[in-house]
C-alpha cells in the first residue's frame, strides 16, 4: 500500500473510532454515575452547616479563572469531540451554548486535524461562525511542538490542552503502547506554547507523583480528570467486543482522591504554588459536586459526559441547545444557592472559610499516601 493509501485507511479508523467512542460514552455515562463506588466519598464529604450564614445571595460571584481564561462560572465544558460529520455537529452545537453561556468549550483530540488536512475546514468554520468562544484546543502527549501550533491555530484556541491517555492506548487494539518521551514533548510544547497550555487526564485521575512531574517540567495548569464517569476502559471494551481488559475498569484515582493527591503537590511546591491552576473533572454530577471541589482546592471543574447526555437529549438541534442552556442556568442558580447558605462570597472563601467533614476512608487513604 502507498503512504497515502495507508493514511486513508488510518484516517478511517479514526473517524469510526471517534463516533464509536461518542455513542458509547454515551451510553454507559448515566449508569457510571449512578455506581455508588464511584461517588461513595465525595457524597460522604459533608459542609457543616452554619445557621447564621451573615450572606446575602446578592453578594455571591462564582466567577474564576484559569489558563489565562476568565469565566463567569466555576465549570465548563471538558474536551469531547470533533473531526467527523456526527461529532462536528455536537461541537457546533456545543458552540452555541459556549457563546449563549460565556462558556469555555474544550474540543476533543484534533489529531485528524494534524493527519488529514481535509478535516481543517470544519474546524475553522466552527470558529469562524463562534468568533467569541473560548475555543481550547486538544492533542496527545505523542505530538510534536508543530502539531501543538498548528491545532492551536486552526481553531484559534485560547488554551492547548494536552491529553494523557496510556490507559486507553493500552486497551486500544490499535493504540500505542510506547509511552516514553511524554515528559520531553509536554515541556517542549510548555515553552513554545504561544497560548497557557493544560495537560489533562481523561479519566483515569492523576496522582501526587504526576502533578508533582508535570509542575516540576514548568505546566501551570492540570485537569486531573478522575474516575466515577466517562470510562476509556470501559469503551474501548465494549468497541472492540472483547473483555480483555474488565479489570481496567477499575483501575485509577477516584476524582475526589486525585483532586486531593493534586492539591498536595500544588501546596509542597512552594513558592510558585499560587500561579498553578487545578482543574477538578471525571464524573462530576451538578452543582453539589462542584461547590465541593472547589472547596478542596479546585479552581475549575470540567464535564464532559454532563453536557453529553444533555446536548444529545433530542434530535432537534434547537431544542438539544436550549436545554443544554437552560441547565447551565439552573446549575448556576444552585451554586449560588449553595455558597449563599454556605456563608462565602467568592471561591476563595469557599476554599478557605468553608468548613466539612471526609470520610473515614479518604482520612486512612491519605495517611497511607503520606508514608
Ligand atoms: C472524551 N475525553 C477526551 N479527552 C481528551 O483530552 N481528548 C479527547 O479526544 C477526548 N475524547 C472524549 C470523547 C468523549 C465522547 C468523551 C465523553 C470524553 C475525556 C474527557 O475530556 C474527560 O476527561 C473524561 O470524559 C472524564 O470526564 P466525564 O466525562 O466523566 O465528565
Redesign the pocket.
Given at each position: 500500500m502507498t503512504m497515502e493509501g495507508k493514511d486513508m485507511v488510518q484516517d478511517v479508523h479514526i473517524s469510526s473510532r471517534?463516533d464509536d467512542?461518542?455513542r458509547?460514552?454515551?451510553q454507559f455515562?448515566v449508569h457510571?454515575?449512578q455506581a455508588l463506588s464511584n461517588h461513595d466519598e465525595i457524597d460522604a464529604m459533608q459542609f457543616v452547616h452554619q445557621a447564621l450564614p451573615e450572606m446575602s445571595r446578592e453578594r455571591v460571584s462564582a466567577s474564576t479563572s484559569f489558563a489565562g481564561i476568565s469565566l463567569p462560572r466555576p465549570y465548563f465544558i471538558?474536551?469531547?469531540?470533533?473531526g467527523t460529520e456526527l461529532?462536528n455537529r455536537v461541537n457546533y452545537r456545543l458552540a452555541r451554548v459556549a457563546h449563549d453561556t460565556q462558556s469555555a468549550l474544550?474540543?476533543?483530540?484534533?489529531s485528524i486535524a494534524v493527519k488529514d488536512p481535509r478535516t481543517r475546514d470544519a474546524y475553522r468554520q466552527l470558529r469562524d461562525d463562534f468568533p467569541d468562544v473560548r475555543f481550547i484546543a486538544?492533542l496527545?502527549a505523542e505530538h510534536t511542538v508543530e502539531s501543538a501550533q498548528l491545532v492551536q491555530e486552526v481553531i484559534g484556541a485560547v488554551a492547548l490542552?494536552?491529553?494523557l491517555?496510556a490507559v486507553q492506548e493500552i486497551v486500544m487494539p490499535e493504540g500505542e503502547k510506547d509511552f516514553t518521551g511524554w515528559m520531553n514533548n509536554i515541556r517542549a510544547i510548555v515553552q513554545e506554547s504561544h497560548v497557557p497550555v493544560i495537560v489533562?487526564?481523561?479519566?483515569f485521575g492523576m496522582s501526587y507523583e504526576t502533578v508533582q512531574q508535570l509542575l516540576n517540567i514548568g505546566v501551570h495548569t492540570v485537569?486531573i480528570?478522575?474516575r466515577?464517569?466517562?470510562?476509556?476502559a470501559q469503551?474501548e471494551n465494549a468497541r472492540n467486543n472483547k473483555q480483555d481488559f474488565n479489570y481496567m475498569e477499575n483501575w485509577g484515582l477516584s476524582?475526589i482522591r486525585s483532586l486531593i493527591e493534586a492539591v498536595e503537590a500544588r501546596k509542597n511546591q512552594g513558592v510558585d504554588a499560587h500561579d498553578v491552576s487545578i482543574i477538578a473533572?471525571?464524573?462530576?454530577r451538578g452543582p453539589l459536586d462542584i461547590v465541593k471541589y472547589c472547596a478542596l482546592g479546585a479552581d475549575a471543574v470540567?464535564?464532559?459526559?454532563?453536557?453529553?447526555q444533555a446536548i444529545t437529549s433530542s434530535d432537534d438541534d434547537n431544542e438539544a441547545v436550549e436545554s443544554t442552556i437552560e441547565l447551565i442556568h439552573d446549575w448556576d442558580e444552585h451554586i449560588t444557592n449553595i455558597m449563599t447558605i454556605l456563608g462565602v462570597e467568592n471561591l476563595e472563601q469557599l476554599r478557605t472559610q468553608a468548613r466539612y467533614t471526609l470520610p473515614e476512608s479518604l482520612i486512612s487513604y491519605r495517611r497511607q499516601r503520606a508514608q
Open positions: 471517534k467512542h461518542l458509547l460514552a454515551q455515562y457510571n454515575v471538558n474536551a469531547m469531540t470533533g461529532t474544550a474540543l476533543g483530540s484534533m486538544n496527545g490542552q494536552i491529553h491517555n489533562k487526564e481523561v479519566g485537569d480528570a478522575g466515577g464517569g466517562t470510562n476509556f469503551i476524582t473533572s471525571g464524573g462530576v470540567g464535564l464532559s459526559g454532563a453536557f453529553l
